[in-house]
C-alpha cells in the first residue's frame, strides 16, 4: 500500500478541465482533492486544449495540496495522450482517474503507457461490466481507489436519474467489499444535483454509513456538507475512544471482552473504534 491511499478524500471537487476559472475555483476551494476533467466535461473539440490548460495548473498545486486528473478512457482518441501528459507531471499529481474501467486489462494497458512514472490510479466504475468485473479491477496495477460512476452506470442500466441512493445499493456494497478485500479506497460517484440541500446530504450520508471513505462533488456548495458526513462527530470520537480505553483496561485484567454502557466489546469493535479514530488522524 503507498501512502498515496491513505489520502483524505472525504469531499473531492470535480471542474471542468476546459474552464480555466472553475478549475482555478477548485484549487482555492476547501475540498480534500480536486480532480480536473478532461473528459465528460470537455467537448471533443477542446480536449487537448483542456490537457494543455491542466498541466500547468497540476504544478503550480499539486505539491500544496491533492490534485488528480481524470482522463479520456480507453478506446477514445485522447487516452493515450492524456496518459503521457499525466506521467510528464510527476510527483504534483496525487492521482490518473481512468473512465469506464471495464476489466483489469484495461489497467495494464494504462500502466503500459505509464511506463516508469511512479504515479497511481482511480478506476471509475460505471458500466455494468465493471461491476461485474470489480474484482479484478481493484487488484489492478497502480490502483489505488474505486469510485463510482452513477450517472453513466444510471444510463446504460437505463436507472431514473431520480432513484434514491437505497437503490444503488447492490452497486455500493460489490464496490465497497472489492476495495475493502484489496485495500483500495472506496470513493462515492456525484449526485447530480448542485446544491446542498436535504437530497444530497441524505445521499452523503448514506454511502458515509456503508462505509465509503469519501465523495465526488460537483459544485463547491456541497463540499462541507460531503466533509462533514465522512468526518466522525464528536460523540463518535469520544464513544471510539471510551471503547479502546475499556478493552485496554480489560485486557490488564486478562479479559478479550468486556461491556461499555450495556454493550458488549470486544476486538472487533476496537477495529471499529480504530477505524473511527483514524478518520481525524488520532
Ligand atoms: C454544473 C455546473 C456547470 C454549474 O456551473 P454554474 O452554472 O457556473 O453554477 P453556479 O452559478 O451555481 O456557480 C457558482 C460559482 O461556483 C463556481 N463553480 C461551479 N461549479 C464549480 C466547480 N465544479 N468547481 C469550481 N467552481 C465551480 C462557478 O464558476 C461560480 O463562480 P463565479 O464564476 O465566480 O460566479 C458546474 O457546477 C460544473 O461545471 N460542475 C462540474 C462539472 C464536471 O466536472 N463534471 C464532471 C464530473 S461529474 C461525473 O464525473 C459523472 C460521472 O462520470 C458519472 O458517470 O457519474
Ligand atoms: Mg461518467
Not at 482555492?28 to 471533443?44: P, Q
Not at 471510539?240 to 475499556?246: E, G, I, Q, S, T
Request: aromatic share 4%; with cysteine; proline share 4%.
Amino acid at each position: 500500500m503507498t501512502s498515496e491511499q491513505h489520502l483524505r478524500r472525504r469531499a473531492v471537487l470535480v471542474a471542468p478541465g476546459s474552464d480555466e476559472r472553475k478549475a482555478s475555483k477548485a484549487l482555492a476551494s476547501t475540498a480534500d482533492e480536486v480532480v480536473l476533467d478532461l473528459e465528460d466535461a470537455v467537448t471533443a473539440a477542446q480536449k487537448d486544449t483542456a490537457r494543455e490548460l491542466v498541466a500547468p495548473l497540476v504544478r503550480e498545486h499539486g505539491a500544496g495540496r491533492t490534485v488528480s486528473v481524470r482522463i479520456n478512457g480507453r478506446g477514445t482518441p485522447w487516452f493515450e495522450d492524456d496518459l503521457r501528459a499525466c506521467a510528464a507531471l510527476g510527483d504534483a499529481l496525487a492521482s490518473i482517474v481512468i473512465p469506464k474501467v471495464e476489466s483489469a486489462e484495461d489497467l495494464v494497458e494504462a500502466d503500459r503507457i505509464l511506463g516508469d512514472s511512479p504515479v497511481v490510479v482511480q478506476a471509475l466504475i460505471e458500466t455494468p461490466a465493471g461491476v461485474q468485473r470489480i474484482d479484478e479491477i481493484v487488484t489492478g496495477p497502480r490502483v489505488a481507489g474505486v469510485i463510482i460512476g452513477y450517472a453513466d452506470l444510471g444510463a446504460s442500466l437505463g436507472r431514473s436519474r431520480t432513484a434514491a441512493p437505497e437503490h444503488w445499493l447492490y452497486v455500493q456494497d460489490r464496490v465497497l467489499h472489492a476495495a475493502r478485500t484489496a485495500g483500495v479506497q472506496a470513493i462515492d460517484g456525484p449526485f447530480l444535483g448542485i446544491t446542498d440541500d436535504d437530497a444530497f446530504r441524505h445521499s452523503a450520508r448514506w454511502v458515509a454509513d456503508l462505509g465509503f471513505d469519501g465523495k465526488w462533488v460537483i459544485h463547491p456548495a456541497q463540499i462541507d456538507s460531503a466533509a462533514a458526513a465522512f468526518t466522525p462527530t464528536d460523540a463518535q470520537v469520544e464513544s471510539a475512544r471510551k471503547v479502546l480505553a475499556a478493552l485496554e483496561e480489560a485486557e490488564n485484567r486478562g479479559a478479550g471482552a468486556a461491556q461499555l454502557d450495556g454493550q458488549m466489546l470486544d476486538e472487533a469493535v476496537a477495529v471499529a473504534a480504530r477505524r473511527t479514530l483514524s478518520k481525524i488522524g488520532a
